[in-house]
Structures are given as C-alpha cells and as structure tokens.
C-alpha cells in the first residue's frame, strides 16, 4: 500500500528538493508526535506560529465553538461578524492610540501587499524603500521589497521603483526622501539571522520618516504576539509605526495575518477607487475566533513576562565553543556557526535526537530557536544539552 509520504512526494507540490518529511500525527505544547509516538520537540514554533504552543485548548475551544456557529458567509468587510470585531478591538486595546483600524488578511505576504498598497494610495507617492536581506513575504509585491536578489532573480519584473537601504546603518537614511510612500522595515530582521537594531537607529528612522512625510511600516509577523519579550517588538525602542504588520502568532496555529494603521490612513481603501483592498476569506471567523482566544491567553496566562528569562538561559547554555555566536531578543534567538554544511548537518542530527531547528533563508550559516513562549526551564535545558552535544561532535 502507498503510504503517505510516498503520497506528498507524487501529489503535493514541493516548494525544494530536499523536504524534511517529518510525518506528523498530532501536536500538543512544544511537541510534534510521528506516527510510532515519538516526541519532536518544536524549537521553531511552526516558524513563528504557535507562540502559545500547538493545540493550546483555549484556541482549539474557540476554534470548535465557532465551527459549529458559522464558519465562511461573505468576503471581508461587508457583514458583522463578532470574531472579527471582538478581535479587532482586542487588538487596539493593545497597541497604540494611533493604531486604531484593523485589516484582517490571510496571512503576512497579504498583510505585507495591503500596507504598500495603503501607502502608496495614502501619499499619493510611489517610491518605497525596503532593506537588504528583509524578508516580507513571497507574492510579487512581497517579493519586490525582499532584499536578497537570488530569491527574486527568476520573476522579475517586479514593482517599480523599490530601494533599499541597508538595516541599523544611520547613513543610509538619507535615501526617504519627499517621493517615498513608504519604508518597510521587520522590528527585528528575521531570515537575515535575526539582526536586533540599535535603539537610536529606530528612532533615526521614525524621525526621518516624519520628516519627509513617508509612511513607516513595521514588519511585526515574526516579531509579534511576546516573542522578543515584549507583546510588540517595536516597544523595545520607544517609537510606534504608521502601518503595523501581522500575521503567524496572532492566529494560534489558524492562518491570519492584518495590517493596521489609523482610520485617517486606512479610510483612504474605501474611495477612489471603492474596494481598495479585497479579500474573500480574510478575517475568517473561525481563525478570528482562534486569534482572540490566543491573545487573550497571552495576556491572561502572563506568558510574556518570562520570555526574557527563558531568552536568557537559552544564551547562557549554547554560549559555548564551537558556537560563534548566540544572538537575538527573547526566544528569538539565532546560534551562528560557519558554514551551511555544519547547519544542515547538526539540524539533521538534531532530528533524529527529537529537536527540531531549521536555519533562515539569508542566513544558511546560523540555526534558528524560536520555541512556543511556554517552554519550561527543564526543556530548554533538555534541548541546549542535545544541541551543544550535536554541534560539538560536528563542527
């Protein structure tokens, strides 16, 4: 009989040649669990997803609680759906006064296409700047402003008039100008190794955005939701944006993603031309309903207040030799070691120990850790020991 894996390889479209094919029969708190029962533990929370871990019962409660109600009645923005609006309120009561008008999308690569568009049709400008090595998703416009020209060689052309600037370098700002729409820019820049700006390069970059006029969109899909120890990365350095993006975390393992700016900014969608932006499933009531009961969890559980500590340990234990390096905010970590080689073959080893790390897409040199927020103290000491174990008799 065809198994499944055989079945993924001839009928489900491969995004490499190399997948991991990890067969999952369930997931509950950090672990994935095979077929045979055996424990993975998940040390990159679904790249960014499953902050509050998998299958938290709060989330999967509303999920089953929704179900049963309504699930998909009309595209976005047309009916009341309460998910939606509780949602979004619970949203704003959470960030800043400014940003007070939620867009719930699919996901970050639609958030990411909402914000240029509303930026662009808010100034009336069409130049946006992005970052190299900045990741914002992979749709055409998404991919337009992603700063790594091998990922985006193969479908040019894409948008017009997109430049970039080199992250946490002041010098560079000159650039934003009176033309620029807008600046596009990850709180922490994930997939180049998570690289954590200077304080006063954020504050730099607010003012000259201020300055010129341009709109500032924070990429907040990895950041979000608690997982460099604060409920938002850009509380870190004391400046808010003009459009916020969301997606991953806020869903708690349902797919969602928004973008979020003023009502002054965001009403400009509905007018010349009407239906700025449309979405059929976006704000799907059932992932809206999975996305409050997350943050509600977030917020009643206090799981945001040990991210630091459980950040810290995680430094203090793989902080050794032959690891170069252990970077990062929270459990947004990065361990950087030399070469791909060594990456791809202590991630492999650390598979079949039971640890699951993967590395980031402009920087194949380093390993990603980014576990659920509710690791414990015993599990992370748990995985350091296999990993520094594993880099040690490979590198």
Same mark, same amino acid.
């Given at each position: 009989?065809?198994?499944?894996?055989?079945?993924? !390889? !001839?009928?489900?479209?491969?995004?490499? @040649?190399?997948?991991?094919?990890?067969?999952?029969?369930? +997931?509950?708190?950090?672990?994935?669990?095979?077929?045979?029962?055996?424990?993975?533990?998940?040390?990159?929370?679904?790249?960014?997803?499953?902050?509050?871990?998998?299958?938290?019962?709060?989330? /999967?409660?509303? /999920?089953?609680?929704?179900?049963?109600?309504?699930?998909?009645?009309?595209?976005?923005?047309?009916?009341?759906?309460?998910?939606? /609006?509780?949602?979004?309120?619970?949203?704003?009561?959470?960030? %800043?006064?400014?940003?007070?008008?939620?867009?719930?999308?699919?996901?970050?690569?639609?958030?990411?296409?909402?914000?240029?568009?509303?930026?662009?049709?808010?100034?009336?400008?069409? $130049?946006?700047?992005? #970052?190299?090595?900045?990741?914002?998703?992979?749709?055409?416009?998404?991919?337009?402003?992603? &700063?790594?020209?091998?990922? $985006?060689? +193969?479908?040019? =052309?894409?948008?017009?008039?997109?430049?970039?600037?080199?992250?946490?370098? @002041?010098?560079?700002?000159?650039?934003?100008?009176?033309?620029?729409?807008?600046?596009?820019?990850?709180? *922490?820049?994930?997939?180049?190794? /998570?690289?954590?700006?200077?304080?006063?390069?954020?504050?730099?970059?607010?003012?000259?955005?201020?300055?010129? &006029?341009?709109?500032?969109?924070?990429?907040?899909?990895?950041?979000?939701?608690?997982?460099?120890?604060?409920?938002?990365?850009?509380?870190?350095?004391?400046?808010?944006?003009?459009?916020?993006?969301?997606?991953?975390?806020?869903? &708690?393992?349902?797919?969602?993603?928004?973008?979020?700016?003023?009502?002054?900014?965001?009403?400009?969608?509905?007018?010349?031309?009407? !239906?700025?932006?449309?979405?059929?499933?976006?704000?799907? =009531?059932?992932?809206?309903?999975?996305?409050?009961?997350?943050?509600?969890?977030?917020?009643?559980?206090?799981?945001?207040?040990?991210?630091?500590?459980?950040?810290?340990?995680?430094?203090?234990?793989?902080?050794?030799? %032959?690891?170069?390096?252990?970077?990062?905010? &929270?459990?947004?970590? #990065?361990?950087?070691?030399?070469?791909?080689?060594?990456?791809?073959?202590?991630?492999?080893? #650390?598979?079949?120990?039971?640890?699951?790390?993967?590395?980031? !897409?402009?920087?194949?040199?380093?390993?990603?850790?980014? %576990? =659920?927020?509710?690791?414990?103290? %015993?599990? *992370?000491?748990?995985?350091?020991?296999?990993?520094?174990?594993?880099?040690?008799?490979?590198?």
């Amino acid at each position: 009989m065809i198994s499944l894996r055989q079945l993924f !390889l !001839l009928n489900n479209a491969q995004t490499s @040649s190399t997948p991991r094919l990890l067969e999952i029969e369930r +997931a509950e708190g950090i672990y994935l669990f095979g077929p045979s029962g055996k424990a993975y533990m998940d040390l990159v929370s679904g790249f960014a997803v499953s902050n509050v871990g998998h299958c938290h019962p709060a989330v /999967v409660k509303a /999920v089953k609680d929704q179900a049963e109600r309504y699930m998909h009645v009309a595209v976005y923005g047309e009916y009341v759906q309460s998910p939606q /609006v509780l949602y979004a309120e619970k949203l704003i009561s959470v960030l %800043p006064p400014a940003l007070n008008s939620v867009y719930f999308v699919n996901s970050g690569a639609e958030a990411t296409e909402g914000a240029l568009k509303l930026a662009k049709r808010f100034t009336g400008r069409s $130049k946006i700047v992005s #970052c190299y090595q900045a990741y914002h998703g992979s749709t055409h416009g998404a991919l337009s402003v992603m &700063g790594n020209e091998y990922y $985006k060689q +193969a479908y040019r =052309p894409l948008l017009p008039n997109v430049h970039f600037i080199h992250f946490n370098e @002041s010098a560079d700002l000159d650039l934003i100008d009176h033309d620029t729409a807008c600046v596009i820019v990850e709180s *922490i820049q994930g997939e180049a190794g /998570v690289r954590v700006p200077e304080n006063a390069y954020m504050q730099a970059l607010r003012k000259r955005c201020d300055e010129t &006029g341009a709109l500032l969109i924070m990429d907040e899909i990895q950041t979000g939701f608690g997982r460099t120890g604060k409920l938002f990365a850009f509380e870190h350095f004391g400046i808010h944006p003009d459009i916020l993006l969301l997606a991953k975390g806020i869903g &708690g393992g349902m797919p969602i993603g928004a973008f979020i700016a003023s009502r002054e900014i965001m009403d400009c969608l509905k007018d010349n031309p009407i !239906l700025g932006h449309i979405t059929t499933f976006g704000g799907h =009531p059932v992932s809206c309903a999975a996305g409050l009961a997350t943050l509600n969890t977030i917020l009643e559980e206090n799981m945001v207040a040990e991210v630091d500590k459980k950040g810290a340990l995680f430094r203090s234990l793989l902080s050794k030799p %032959p690891i170069r390096e252990v970077r990062g905010m &929270g459990l947004m970590l #990065c361990i950087q070691l030399d070469t791909f080689a060594q990456v791809e073959a202590v991630s492999k080893k #650390c598979l079949e120990e039971g640890i699951i790390v993967d590395w980031f !897409l402009h920087c194949d040199t380093a390993l990603r850790i980014a %576990p =659920p927020l509710t690791i414990t103290e %015993p599990e *992370i000491r748990e995985a350091c020991k296999i990993i520094t174990q594993t880099v040690a008799a490979i590198v």
